[in-house]
């Protein structure tokens, strides 16, 4: 299956504790983006990545959250001293050269923070 | 800040029927809509998308846009059990910016 992977899909961790998610885009893709979705909300925009580039970052993103794409490859998304408003799903998505707005998205990443 | 507004429902329509999802958006500058469909304890994945006023049609679906009026639509002609499912209305923001906003989604649900 070549689509978009993420891991781990599940994350149990307890308040103040740091947590790093990895996500390996399309290999074709040159697009990656982080979007957090809580129950009944639709995916919010944390940030975007063209290549290895990071272009865009929410301005309601805290600065506890930092997210890497080296080499333009795979992406992580690491945030420090939870809490427990950052319980949600963690979706990566990317989108190919010339279709911004075409997002395939993975499986996502479930944080629940004690 | 952009805002996407879409009734949360749920929406409930007849095996058969037209279903009908409204979207309304607030960034004038927006030139590309996209919907994507969601369905339970699952991802979203894009199902339409489209650029210009008008209609443009995929199978069953068809979205429609009004820019002066930032109002996108998306109906689903004979309507499925399979399509139901949250249907996310997401406008491509201007001024280059990548990253989509979502609405909150409408919850349809085909009655057989």
């Known amino acids: 299956d070549t689509g978009v992977s993420q891991n781990p899909r599940h994350k149990i961790t307890k308040r103040g504790q740091n947590v790093t998610f990895r996500c390996d885009p399309i290999?074709?893709?040159?697009?990656l983006y982080w979007y957090r979705q809580t129950l009944g909300q639709g995916p919010e925009f944390l940030t975007y990545f063209q290549n290895e580039a990071q272009l865009e970052k929410s301005r309601l993103l805290s600065d506890r959250f930092s997210a890497e794409r080296p080499k333009g490859s795979f992406s992580t998304l690491e945030i420090q001293r939870t809490e427990q408003g950052d319980s949600a799903m963690y979706l990566c998505?990317?989108?190919?050269?010339?279709?911004?707005?075409?997002?395939?998205f993975g499986e996502g990443s479930r944080l629940t923070v004690l | 800040q952009k805002e996407v507004e879409q009734n949360s429902g749920p929406l409930s329509v007849p095996e058969g029927a037209i279903a009908s999802l409204n979207c309304t958006y607030s960034?004038?500058?927006?030139?590309?809509f996209f919907w994507y469909r969601q369905y339970s304890g699952k991802s979203p994945e894009l199902i339409m998308s489209i650029y210009s006023n008008g209609d443009k049609e995929d199978g069953r679906f068809t979205a429609q846009l009004n820019k002066a009026s930032q109002y996108v639509s998306l109906l689903i002609r004979d309507s499925q059990p399979s399509d139901s499912a949250t249907y996310l209305c997401a406008p491509r923001g201007g001024g280059g910016a990548d990253g989509l906003t979502f609405g909150k989604g409408t919850h349809l649900i085909i009655q057989p």
């Open positions: 998505a990317s989108s190919p050269r010339g279709g911004p707005g075409e997002l395939f």
């Open positions: 290999s074709e893709h040159n697009r």
């Open positions: 960034d004038r500058g927006s030139q590309s």
